[in-house]
T-cell receptor, first 117, second 114 residues
Framework: AQKITQTQPGMFVQEKEAVTLDCTYD???????LFWYKQPSSGEMIFLIY??????QNATEGRYSLNFQKARKSANLVISASQLGDSAMYFC??????????????FGPGTRLSVLP | NAGVTQTPKFQVLKTGQSMTLQCAQD?????MYWYRQDPGMGLRLIYY???????DKGEVPNGYNVSRLNKREFSLRLESAAPSQTSVYFC?????????????FGSGTRLTVV
């Protein structure tokens, strides 16, 4: 079973508008971390934001915020005031507290966001 | 700048040729990883090294070997390249334990096997 699900293969948003990228996860661990990475067309993987499973407040980093709903096991990324430079692939990832250290970090399939002028 | 350095950035190989992708990190991370990324398939784990002196297979290890040379360096070797190994390869590192530590990625190697 997929541990990270991103149901939107592609999304479009108008410049200056907000957009939400969906991510749901599956784990039986109590301790885990959730991450979002951005991959622009240049190819590098850029860390955006982190949310811990015990964090009571939603994480924010500038224009990025993470809408964390623990009971629903969702960790949606919200980008406010979209910019053309936000056009990229976005990956949701989870690191679990248990299990094999080498394989406790899992990625979703990604969502390609296109910002329209 | 601190981070993960991958070389080369681009490579074209002929089928059957061998090559080694190099990766080095200077963040004192224990764990290092090699992933491949193919269009529409996200990131797939090839091999990892949870700590210096250990290596283990990931999801797609066939056709690859790795060496954890020391704590800083983790190389990926293609002994006899095949067109199916055309991909973008990423090296990553992190602390071994702690769910609040994510990956730091290298800039990637775009490999084409003809």
């Amino acid at each position: 079973a997929q541990k990270i699900t991103q149901t939107q293969p592609g999304m479009f948003v108008q410049e200056k508008e907000a957009v939400t990228l969906d991510c749901t996860y599956d784990t039986s661990d109590q301790s885990y971390g959730l991450f979002w990475y951005k991959q622009p067309s240049s190819g590098e993987m850029i860390f955006l934001i982190y949310q811990g499973s015990y964090d009571e407040q939603n994480a924010t980093e500038g224009r990025y915020s993470l809408n964390f709903q623990k009971a629903r096991k969702s960790a949606n990324l919200v980008i406010s005031a979209s910019q053309l430079g936000d056009s990229a692939m976005y990956f949701c990832a989870m690191r679990e507290g248990g299990g094999n250290y080498g394989q406790n970090f899992v990625f979703g399939p990604g969502t390609r966001l296109s910002v329209l002028p | 700048n601190a981070g993960v350095t991958q070389t080369p950035k681009f490579q074209v190989l002929k089928t059957g040729q061998s090559m080694t992708l190099q990766c080095a990190q200077d963040m004192n991370h224990n764990s290092m990883y090699w992933y491949r990324q193919d269009p529409g398939m996200g990131l797939r784990l090839i091999y990892y090294s949870a700590s210096e002196g250990t290596t283990d297979k990931g999801e797609v290890p066939n056709g690859y070997n790795v060496s954890r040379l020391n704590k800083r360096e983790f190389s990926l070797r293609l002994e006899s390249a095949a067109p199916s190994q055309t991909s973008v390869y990423f090296c990553a590192s992190t602390r071994t334990a702690g769910t609040n530590y994510g990956y730091t990625f290298g800039s990637g190697t775009r490999l084409t096997v003809v």
